[in-house]
Structures are given as structure tokens and as C-alpha cells.
């Protein structure tokens, strides 16, 4: 995802080495999933379904494999391509290609605020606002310079955050608060409200199918990819799994649903205080690495958009001697500033959440289009990811929905007014 549309052509077969097998393939999708969604989407889940949290987090892991198969499948097709930028272009036409490019633009966007965000909450609450604008400013900064992201520090952000996560869960299980009534599901438990935490605990899962895109990058990938999502995705829905529990049996689901930085809180609730200074620099390095492979995928699918003219033409700008999208990522990231500086976290994951169900949707879509000759998956898991992405999406809070579908809207009708322009064009020609 948020590679350049216009890479699929220009890549020739010998450029990449074919290096990564699945343990590789799995630690890059761990690297993806385990991040900072997990310390800030249990807050509004809780809020949503209470207890019942836990069955939205199986509910949105479904979705996720179903999307992820759908997604490798396309890549295997249209390896080194884009994403469902082109998957929508090259299966169903330019319309939805664009349109999944634009809700991918809009919902990472949302995406990066929510993490600038998280970093924000977890440092410093009471400037959480203050401190996720200065996130945003000094990693655009660092992007310009033409950062670029290594399986070394991959590799590290993994091991941090799942360190973190794993004492989370020793301190609140061995604590004298944790209480298993705080899981019972209760009677306000409701479909309504956990499709609603399914929706918001699927931000928790963003990433995923970057080991979609590393079709020209592992050996087999015929093979290795297929058996890396489900591997990555097991381990991360057990990893959430059991933080949830472990929040719940010490906060309970109503002090969950209040709590701006869940997990510190569920530190000092089992009353091991001296864990919170980790937990929250856990967050901080989750969010903060998230953050910064956010800005570049958002600012590449910019680019890429622009070079088709699908977006102004001047976003396309390459930096002659730093050699990045210097102009899509000073635009993406005034606009991720500006929404960090305004916006709070739980209303900036429920958009995201509605932006990039909408991306799979279309993705799943373009997977059904696949023959088995081409490589299709069965047909029941593209049906089943886009239903599910549809059923999520609009179970969303009604602010997420109803600003994600205006977003749409706009991006559609945007698309429309620069058909008619070029049809002038040409007639005019």
C-alpha cells in the first residue's frame, strides 16, 4: 500500500532479491498490526460494547484475514503494484481505483492524527494536543530528508512493544484487582455495540496487508505469503486479545471506556506504578513508528495520485537531491497537524476506521473479479470481506460515518468535475 501506482510496469524482475521467508514475512505483518492501535482503541471499543469488546476484536480479526487473503491474492496478480489504488483500476475500473485511493489518502490521514495522538497521551495528557503537532512537525522533517525504514527497526519497535504488552498483562493477572465479574458481558451488551467496537478495534488491526505487497520481495511468495497472514494475524488477535482481558479485569469496562491512556491506567489500577513510565514510552515508540510509516505511505499514494492527475499535478515533485515527494508530504503533514491540533483521538479512529474499511472494500471487490486460473481466492472470503467491511464501516459512530460518506462524496465528485474538464479538453482540441 502507498506505493506508486506507476511502479507496476517500471519494476523489472531482477531489482528486488527474493531474500524473506515466512518467519521474515511474519515479523514485517507483526510489525505492521502490533503498534499503537492497541494502547488507544480499547477506549472507545469499551465505550461501544462494554465486555462484549472481546467478541468485536474476533468480529474485526475475520475481517481483517478476509481482506489481507483478498489483498495477497491481488498482489500475487499485480505484484509491486500499489495497492488497491491499481487493484480497483486494473479489476473494476478508473473510478474505483481512484476512489480507494482517496479513501486511503483520507483515512491514513485520520490514521497519522490518531497516532500523533496517541503519542500525545500517553507523554504528556495534559498537552496531548501540543505534543502530537510537534510529533507530526519533527517527523515530516525527517521524512524530507529521506528516511527510510529498515527490517533492523522493525524488528526493535516489535520487540518493545510486545515487552511492553507482555508485563501489561503480567501486572494486571497477578494483581489482587483483577475481578473476572468485570467480563461479564451483561445484559446492555448488543449487537449494535459490538459491531460498533469491531469497526473501532479494525484501526488496531491497520497494516496488515503490507505483507500483501511483498510479492517480488520473498521466496515462494506463491507460497510464503499465504501462510505468513494467517500466522501474523493469529498472533496479533492473541497478543490483543489478551491485553483486553487483562484491561478489563483491573478497569472494568465502564472505567476502560473513560480512560485516556488505557493502559497506563491499567498499570496503576493493578498497582504496579512503577510500570507506567514503560507503558507509556512503549506507546510512544508504537505510535511514534507507526506514525512515521503513515506519513510515508499516505505521501507516496499522494504522489502517485498525482503523477495520474487524479490530485494537482504539482504534488508529483520529487526532491532533486533528497529524491522524496517533498511537496505531497509538507501537504500531508500541515493537514495531519491540523487535525492532530483539533481533532481527538477517538473521533480520529472512528473516521480512520470508515477511510480504510472503505479501501478494503473495494479491495475485496477487486478480488472477486479474480478467476482461479488468475490466482482468485475462494469466492466465499472476498463476499464475506466485503460485506463485513461495509457492515463495520456503518456500524462506525454516525460522526464517523456521516463525515467519511461526505469525504466520498466529495472525492467522487471531484473525480467527476476533472472528467468533464478533460472531455472539454479534448473537444476544445
Known amino acids: 500500500m502507498g506505493g506508486s501506482a506507476g511502479s507496476a510496469g517500471s519494476a523489472g524482475a531482477g531489482e528486488l532479491q527474493r531474500r524473506l521467508g515466512v518467519p521474515d514475512a511474519v515479523v514485517i505483518g507483526l ?8 494502547f488507544a482503541a480499547l477506549a472507545p471499543a469499551a465505550a461501544a460494547a462494554g465486555s462484549a469488546l472481546l467478541l468485536g476484536l474476533a468480529l474485526a480479526a475475520v475481517v481483517a484475514f478476509c481482506n489481507a487473503t483478498s489483498s495477497a491474492r491481488l498482489a500475487a496478480r499485480y505484484p509491486a503494484s500499489g495497492g488497491t ?10 473510478f474505483w481505483g481512484y476512489l480507494a485511493g482517496w479513501a486511503f489518502i483520507v483515512g491514513k490521514t485520520a490514521s497519522c492524527a490518531a497516532m500523533a495522538l496517541t503519542v500525545g497521551s500517553y507523554v504528556w495528557p ?51 484487582q483483577a475481578d473476572p465479574v468485570r ?4 445484559d446492555d451488551a448488543s449487537l449494535a455495540g459490538v459491531l460498533q467496537a469491531a469497526g473501532l478495534l479494525f484501526f488496531a488491526f491497520a497494516g496488515y496487508a503490507r505483507i500483501a505487497t ?11 505469503i499465504p501462510r505468513a497472514v494467517p500466522l501474523a494475524l493469529g498472533i496479533t488477535l492473541v497478543v490483543y486479545a489478551a491485553v483486553a482481558v487483562a484491561a478489563l479485569l483491573v478497569l472494568g469496562p465502564q472505567q476502560l471506556a473513560k480512560a ?55 504534488l508529483a515533485a520529487v526532491h532533486p537531491k533528497f529524491k522524496v515527494p517533498h511537496r ?26 470508515f477511510g480504510v474499511l472503505a479501501y478494503y472494500a473495494l479491495a475485496n471487490a477487486s478480488a472477486w473479479t479474480l478467476s482461479p486460473t488468475e490466482g482468485g481466492p475462494p469466492r466465499l472470503i472476498p463476499v464475506v470481506g466485503l460485506a463485513g467491511c461495509l457492515v463495520l464501516a456503518f456500524a462506525l459512530p454516525l460522526t464517523s460515518v456521516l463525515s467519511g460518506t461526505a469525504v466520498l462524496i466529495c472525492g467522487a465528485a471531484a473525480y467527476g468535475v476533472r472528467r468533464r474538464l478533460c472531455a472539454r479538453r479534448k473537444r476544445g482540441s
Not at 183 to 186: F, H, K, R
Not at 332 to 350: Q, Y
Request: hydrophobic letters at 55%; proline letters at 3%.
Open 260 to 314: 485516556p491512556a488505557p493502559l497506563s491506567d491499567a498499570v496503576r489500577a493493578a498497582g504496579a506504578d512503577w510500570l507506567a513510565p514503560a507503558v507509556r514510552a512503549g506507546a510512544a515508540i508504537a505510535a511514534l513508528g507507526s506514525l512515521l510509516a503513515l506519513i510515508l505511505g499516505v505521501s507516496r499514494t499522494t504522489l502517485a495520485m498525482a503523477r495520474d492527475r487524479h490530485l494537482p499535478h504539482a
Open 126 to 176: 495534559g498537552q496531548a494536543h501540543a505534543v502530537a503537532v510537534a510529533a507530526v512537525v519533527a517527523l515530516t522533517a525527517v521524512n524530507y530528508g529521506g528516511v527510510q525504514k529498515s527490517a533492523w527497526l522493525t524488528r526493535v519497535i516489535v520487540a518493545v512493544v510486545l515487552a511492553v504488552l507482555a508485563a501489561v498483562v503480567c501486572a494486571a493477572l497477578t494483581s489482587g
Open 85 to 94: 489504488y491499481v487493484y480497483g483500476r486494473e479489476r473494476l475500473g478508473d
Open 183 to 186: 467480563l461479564d458481558l451483561g
Open 214 to 224: 511483498l510479492g517480488e520481495e520473498v521466496r515462494d511468495p506463491g507460497r510464503t
Open 31 to 38: 510489525g505492521s498490526m502490533i503498534g499503537a492501535g492497541v
Open 328 to 353: 505531497a508530504e509538507l501537504v500531508v503533514g500541515a493537514v495531519v497537524a491540523a487535525l492532530a491540533a483539533t481533532a481527538d483521538v477517538r473521533g480520529a479512529i472512528g473516521f480512520s476506521s
